[in-house]
């Protein structure tokens, strides 16, 4: 028996506020709303991280993304939104299933979206640029 929760709500063995749903991905309501329509988006099928989805699975849930997150925005009469993907325990997944957050915000909401950020020593960010572009054009 699969204990996953989302695969259990795509299931339909454990209610949900679903408000999408189609071959790949499943929209519903988070049940700890950061703001009035947190959304999360879904595949039906069941990937720990985004690094294990499928191509088809990656295009189909992206393709639908910008018109769930306007739809939300726009019924919920927000001004904007984040789209948020927590991706390992380390970066704040409780959830292991992949999930887009889809945050709708307003001027007030008092949610904060400036993280602190930091410099690159003096050569860091060259020396990253060069392992990174090498791995990412295959040339390790
Ligand atoms: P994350 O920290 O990115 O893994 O986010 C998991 C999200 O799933 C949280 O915002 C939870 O409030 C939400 N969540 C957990 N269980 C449910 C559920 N049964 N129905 C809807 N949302 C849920
Ligand atoms: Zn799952």
Redesign the pocket.
Known sequence: MNNC?FCR?AAGD?P?HVIYSNQVGLA?????PLAAGHT?WIPKQHYGSLDEITDHAAVELLKELPRLAKTVRDVTDSGGYNILL?NGTVA????AHV?F?IIPRREDDDLGYRWLAGEYPDGQAEALQERLHRVLMNHA
């Not at 519903?28 to 700890?32: A, E, Q």
């Not at 704040?92 to 959830?95: A, L, R, S, T």
Request: net charge negative; no cysteine.
């Open positions: 929760i709500i454990i949900a519903f309501l988070d049940i700890r999360l927590n704040g997944q409780e959830v999930h957050h």
